[in-house]
């Protein structure tokens, strides 16, 4: 199949204060964020897909419909955000079942796609694609394909591939950079390495006919959040800073990889026209 430039840009719709010691001390600027984003993908004609956190469907909900309304897909991303290799199958099952409730709640009524939180889906958790099947869901985009002292699959390797009860799994997209495998067009990676770096991973991979897999997140474009040692990060100061590296950025980086001839499209479509 021909991908034509395929940009899989996707949000994971999260507030960055979810496990955040004192998290209401902070604002909650998730839609004033997620509103560039919106504009951005409205300016380019552009449709993507929105992997949504189960508690921000419940605050926000109107959020959801204006995503709806414009177009977009709507799809899961846990309801509290824990990863799944840290938890049994009955706790995975329990947590996609509100994370799909708060979202049918806020208006959503087609749910196909799974993305894991922090791409957690490896070898010792496969039964997940069981549990997702259960409720539905046809495709995820749960793995990070490299070694990884959290969560990796290297053993999936790098290309798309559907599993025996029909799922079809999308990792995340990776380059390689001196010595380490990085997903180039994600979050921090994509704030922090050259410029021209990542432009020539994404023409490898429109190049190589591969659609160049993407994860952002509001905060990565925030200017104005403030200043707060990010959760998951073990409290390393170097990692908190790069959290809010080079987000002024971040847009003008994506033009520039519209500029590549990329299409922007949602999941649900792309597998259609497999
Ligand atoms: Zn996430």
Redesign the pocket.
Known sequence: MKTNNTFLFSI?L?DVRENVENKHLYKDRVIENTQIYLNWLKKHQSKCTF?T?GKVAEVHPELIQTILAEGHEIAC?SYA?IPVANQSPEEFRIDLSKNIEALQKAGCTTIKGY?A??FSIDKRCEWAYEIMKEFGITYSSSVLPAKNPLYGWPEFGQEYKQFPNGIIEFPISLDRFGPLNLPFAGGVYFRALPEFLILRSFKKYFRNNQPALSYF?PYDLDTNQEKFMHSGINNNKFFNWLMYYNRKNLIKRLDMVIALDARITTYSEFISKL
Do not use: A, L, S, T
């Open positions: 994971d999260e992997f956190v991303h955000h993305r939180p922090i997140h």
